[in-house]
């Protein structure tokens, strides 16, 4: 394996009778990165996570974790990683002590670590005197977090997140994304799946966008936004008291200007691509005596980027409607999580 990678993926594939639910993927994490995997419901992601934590066999392909085969070696694969999975597993009738060593036990964890680490890690995610109450007793968020360190109670290299914070409140998912850059902080690499847009954009390196089974993009976020058209427009709104048609005329022959308007005697709008150019728009205008009175840089969001690879919207329910008005694209309603 190279040095570089955690994880080294090579078309994978998962069919579920005719339907292929991932369709030939292949991309590399890289060791101690935050990798997000951003995509509708249905996109493929869970089950890629099953596949790679070996809970579902691949119909093709191959990967590496750790330097481990996933097919010829899934013992060594299953004991280097952590899975904070989409479903909790966890026994309501134990208390979060009681969870973690029946957990640990699994490990073969010697006792006096699985103590130890509870300890710890209780402490990490201010739990500590919760730790002799029920599971049953705890709220959703408590229950996450119990959930989050019970992937790292091993201590594996790689942990994955299955949506770690779909169905909480906003305080308690700004305290589990925060515990996830701590977690990788201390050096453990993250693969992390959310269809949360701002979630994929605030915590991750490098994001893959999957959608049917494919990754369609895969980049730094910022990268990812320069494939929005239109990513790098500015628009300047300036008064010109005393415009004249010689001023509108230099205004608009510069390089970096992509539109102009007149709105009134002495009110413009000019659209510019490109930061070099900015100062002389801005000097020109105050050569004219004129002042700005508005600038709007167009800033892409990943939602942007959705639409401009796949061609449809990708709308994720659980944000605030833009001010724009944005509709609702074929995200699709918010599916029960009963499974
Ligand atoms: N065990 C299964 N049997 C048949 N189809 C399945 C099975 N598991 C998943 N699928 C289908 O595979 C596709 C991908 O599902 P998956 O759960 O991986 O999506 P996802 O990206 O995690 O979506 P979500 O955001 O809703 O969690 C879906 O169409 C799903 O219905
Ligand atoms: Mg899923």
Redesign the pocket.
Known sequence: MTEEYAIEVQNLS?K??D?L??DNISFNVKKQEIFG?L????????????MLCTL?RPSGGDAKINGYDLLKQPDQVRASIGLVS?KMIMYEQLTAAENLRFFGNLYQMPREKIDRKTDELLALVNMTKWKNAQIKTYSTGMRQRINVIRAMLTEPQIIFM??PTLGLDPQTTLSIRQLIRDINKNGTTVIL?T?AMVEAEALSERVAI?DH?KIVALDTPQNLKKLVKDADLTVISARIPNLTPVMAEHLKALDCVTAFDQQDAYDIKISARGSEGFDRIIDSIRHDGGNITMINTNEPTLEDVFLSVTGKAMRDQSEKPKMSGRRHGPWGAP?ARVR
């Not at 419901?41 to 890629?48: H, L």
């Open positions: 998962k579920f009778g339907f639910a991932v995997f995509g509708p419901n249905g996109a493929g992601k869970s089950t890629t996570i099953r579902a989409e299955d949506e799946t269809h999957i089974g599916r």
